[in-house]
């Protein structure tokens, strides 16, 4: 059974860091790609980063990019996102997702390019 489990949320002022973790268990995930999306309240949820199975191509949305990184670890199996310069509307659930066949980019941008998913983490940034 796969299972993602994220962990790094929580309370935050403007301008800090957090970093988020997901780890993956069940199988592997070196040769498809992680994600990360949030939730904010009353919100959809939305994209905010994605890795590629090999690593090395990492996509942002426009409103993390140059904040956010995304990154994995040798093994493939857990992903984090570290966030810096962090602002109020970047308050929201974050969920890690993960892909069981290596798709596009255009698709893991987008939730349908996912088939595993965590329960997410709260990240909360207020002064």
């Known amino acids: 059974q796969v299972q993602l489990v994220e962990s790094g949320g929580g309370l935050v002022q403007p301008g800090g860091s957090l970093r988020l973790s997901c780890a993956a268990s069940g199988r592997t995930f070196i040769t498809s790609g992680m994600g990360w999306f949030r939730q904010a309240p009353g919100k959809e949820r939305e994209f905010v980063a994605t890795s590629s199975w090999s690593g090395g191509n990492n996509y942002y949305a426009d409103s993390v990019k140059g904040r956010f990184t995304i990154s994995r670890d040798n093994v493939g199996n857990t992903v984090y996102l570290q966030m810096n310069s962090l602002k109020p509307e970047d308050t929201a659930v974050y969920y890690c997702?993960?892909?069981?066949?290596?798709?596009?980019?255009?698709?893991?941008?987008?939730?349908?390019?996912?088939?595993?998913w965590g329960q997410g983490t709260q990240v909360t940034v207020s002064s």
């Open positions: 997702a993960a892909q069981a066949l290596r798709r596009t980019t255009a698709q893991s941008m987008g939730e349908i390019g996912y088939d595993y």
